[in-house]
């Protein structure tokens, strides 16, 4: 968890604050990866996993951004509830239709990534990430603009509520390593691994989202 951030941040970035950046890696330490609902990410373990594990020692459990996904991951996952029940009735179509048909939405970020020199240490880390951080708000107007036009208005609403604070806190995060990079004396001479181990973890963190989209 945390105890991690510091060390790779920290120490080789100069990062500060890594609290979101923790948060997001640390997601899949949780039943269930804490991701769609489902009996394992929705149960009592899940959540005190989520809330104690994660956020605590994540320094994030009094943010508000912290608090509403575990208030929009919990209304989800309670039966009877509206959220509950709009996931139920356009699940298929959002997590396996719409999922499909909005691939095409990540291919501007693809073919950016693609053009990075990666025979290189320079940059490439940072590279990297401006690049995800970049894109993020086009993929999200892409991404619910394809659920609308698939599944309809109501289901682009709900997946708008559902993926909102998860798309904030990846933010915070941009701005966590971002700022590091800008002013880290380190960015211009990191080592190959180093650079290698920023672009595995910004994928993991890629991945993780899109899978709980």
Known sequence: MKTSCPFVLTTFLGIASCDWTCMLLSETDCPGGFNLP??????????????????R?????SDPIAKDIVDVRKAVCTEGSELNTLYKKHKECIFDTSAVNSVPCLFPQMAETSRL???TDKMRGRDYWQVRCRFEDDYNQCLYEETNSTCGEEAMMFHQRYRDAGSRAFKEACKEIEDALSNSDCVHSCSAALNAFIILALTVITLLKRISE
Do not use: G, H, P, Q
């Open 38 to 55: 489902n009996n394992e990410s929705c149960s009592k373990n899940a959540f005190d996993c989520y809330e104690t594990m994660i956020l």
């Open 57 to 61: 020692e994540c320094d994030v459990e």
């Open 117 to 119: 020199n990666m025979t």
